[in-house]
């Protein structure tokens, strides 16, 4: 800086002060009051020219920013009072609006709408809680709640600025009442322990039961399959059987139905003469002798017994 301020003062004009020159830094913007009163220019980073004890100059940050309040008490609505000792809170200008809010509410604009707005969000929560509540119930949220109440006032009244992120430290209370709760912390880790044993006892006892389940279910439906089977081999031949005894029934039908055919074949007019024969031969007595002269044939005449001879 003092080697370009040594260039410049070498190419000055005659009655040009070095104080006269002026430099705005990178993520900044240099907006400039005369005589208390703020002007319309506005520029950027770089360096510029002013007139000096009449015009003042002052860089604004448009950059991310931390603002950080310092010890902010917390009174309870059960009467105890702790503080948080810090508490920080990110935020952004928009470099557009610098200029109004500058105008508005002064280069410092922050400690209107950040730090005095956080310790009045703080104990608007605060009167309305426990001490418990602040110190464990809502702490986790409680960041969420005052980012929230802050942009809320802020989009509300001054347009430009973004609150990014808030972060706070937990709040500080009386020894005696902060052994209490960490005493009751330790028993309520004591508890989540043992009760995540227990879930993790019961999670293996219901794989286990699902493994049994599981087991059974396959051994029934072995047990089915198998049922199955042997009911579809019984099925199986007594349809086998059943077709067997049809085909014997019908191989019978059919020799029945052959013969009875072969035997209708053989009916004709001499075999009934031949079958007629046989039956006369085996049924006929014939009588033979000196006084009969002829064949008898059934005779039904009385002959005399010792004159015959009979031949059957």
């Known amino acids: 800086m003092k080697a370009h301020l040594f260039i410049i003062t070498a190419f000055l004009p005659c009655g040009l002060s070095l104080n006269m020159f002026h430099q705005v830094q990178e993520g900044h913007v240099g907006v400039y009051f005369r005589g208390g009163r703020l002007l319309d220019?506005?520029?950027g980073p770089g360096i510029h020219l002013h007139l000096p004890y009449i015009t003042e100059m002052v860089d604004v940050n448009v950059r991310l920013q931390t603002d950080i309040i310092p010890n902010v008490p917390c009174g309870t609505k059960d009467g105890i009072l702790s503080q948080f000792e810090r508490v920080e809170v990110v935020n952004t200008l928009s470099q557009a609006q610098a200029h109004t809010v500058v105008k508005a509410y002064g280069v410092d604009y922050d400690r209107v709408w950040i730090h005095d707005k956080v310790h009045h969000e703080i104990n608007q929560f605060c009167s309305n809680k426990t001490l418990r509540e602040v110190y464990v119930d809502d702490f986790a949220s409680l960041d969420e709640l005052l980012k929230l109440a802050l942009q809320k006032d802020l989009d509300a009244h001054v347009n430009g600025v973004s609150i990014m992120a808030v972060r706070m430290t937990k709040p500080t209370v009386p020894a005696s009442i902060r052994g209490n709760y960490e005493a009751m912390e330790e028993q309520r880790t004591a508890a989540l322990v043992a009760q995540r044993t227990h879930e993790v006892v019961e999670q293996e006892?219901?794989?286990?039961?699902?493994k049994t389940v599981s087991a059974a279910n396959r051994r029934a439906e072995e047990i089915h399959i198998q049922t199955e089977?042997?009911?579809?081999?019984?099925?199986?031949?007594?349809?086998?059987?059943?077709?067997?005894d049809k085909l014997a029934a019908e191989s019978k039908r059919y020799a029945v139905e052959q013969e009875a055919t072969a035997n209708e074949a053989l009916l004709t007019d001499?075999?009934?003469r031949l079958q007629e024969t046989r039956v006369w031969e085996q049924n006929t007595k014939a009588y033979f002798g000196e006084s009969i002269p002829r064949l008898m044939i059934d005779a039904v005449q009385p002959v005399d017994p010792a004159s015959v001879r009979v031949t059957v």
């Open 270 to 272: 001499a075999y009934l």
């Open 205 to 210: 006892l219901e794989t286990e039961r699902a």
């Open 229 to 244: 089977t042997e009911a579809q081999q019984k099925r199986t031949q007594a349809e086998t059987k059943a077709y067997e």
């Open 41 to 43: 220019t506005v520029v």
